[in-house]
Antibody, heavy 118, light 107 residues
Framework: QVQLQESGPGLVKPSQTLSLTCTVSGGSISTGSNYWSWIRQPAGKGLEWVGRIHTSGNTNYNPSLKSRVTISIDTSKTQFSLKLSSVTAADTAVYYC??????????WGQGTLVTVSS | DIQMTQSPSSLSTSVGDRVTITCQASEDINYYLNWYQQKPGKAPKLLIQDASKLETGVPSRFSGSGSGTDFTFTISSLQPEDIATYYCQHYYNLPRTFGQGTKLEIK
């Protein structure tokens, strides 16, 4: 089990880029079986998988967001990051980072609310 | 994308009740399904993986079954601490998708 903590601005203006970082502690970010994921949840709604990155740098994105999403990893800092460009109000949500071990989201951050508003 | 449809979307229940939630996949996902519990203001917590395997430390009143396209999640005797929203999630392929959630409320 690892601990994850999201950080980043809570307010982003429309058309700008949302940037979040997840810091991993209590374990290695480089373990080969892990994928490091971003999942979001608009207020009062369900969970949407945004994408993930492997320690090798291999990424997978939700096709619905693929043109706007970039996930990167910095193993030296035990961090991985999310960038979502051209945001609109529809991107307002709680953003979670999570560890996907093989097939399950085992560990989650506490979540961070990002509001898109001018 | 594989669509996951949960029902009901909400359920008014009483302590001690047997609670059943269903999850239907839009195509055959074998047993590649997980169940999560989410309490207000908290991250989801994994309860069941591979459709029926209870995570370590999860009370035995929780169970899951099913394969293919139809799955069931059951709480045999609802406890006050079980009030939460429950989500199914497939891992058959990418993108991972979740059901819309089932919110349990106390009558």
């Amino acid at each position: 089990q690892v601990q994850l903590q999201e950080s980043g601005p809570g307010l982003v203006k429309p058309s700008q880029t949302l940037s979040l970082t997840c810091t991993v502690s209590g374990g290695s970010i480089s373990t080969g079986s892990n994928y490091w994921s971003w999942i979001r949840q608009p207020a009062g709604k369900g969970l949407e998988w945004v994408g993930r990155i492997h320690t090798s740098g291999n990424t997978n994105y939700n096709p619905s967001l693929k043109s706007r999403v970039t996930i990167s990893i910095d193993t030296s800092k035990t961090q991985f990051s999310l960038k979502l460009s051209s945001v609109t109000a529809a991107d307002t949500a709680v953003y979670y980072c999570a560890r996907e071990y093989s097939t399950t989201f085992d560990d989650w951050g506490q979540g961070t609310l990002v509001t898109v508003s001018s | 994308d594989i669509q996951m449809t949960q029902s009901p979307s909400s359920l008014s229940t009483s302590v001690g009740d047997r609670v059943t939630i269903t999850c239907q996949a839009s195509e055959d996902i074998n047993y590649y399904l997980n169940w999560y519990q989410q309490k207000p203001g908290k991250a989801p917590k994994l309860l069941i993986q591979d459709a029926s395997k209870l995570e370590t430390g999860v009370p035995s009143r929780f169970s899951g079954s099913g394969s293919g396209t139809d799955f069931t999640f059951t709480i045999s005797s609802l406890q006050p601490e079980d009030i939460a929203t429950y989500y199914c999630q497939h891992y058959y392929n990418l993108p991972r998708t979740f059901g819309q959630g089932t919110k349990l409320e106390i009558k």
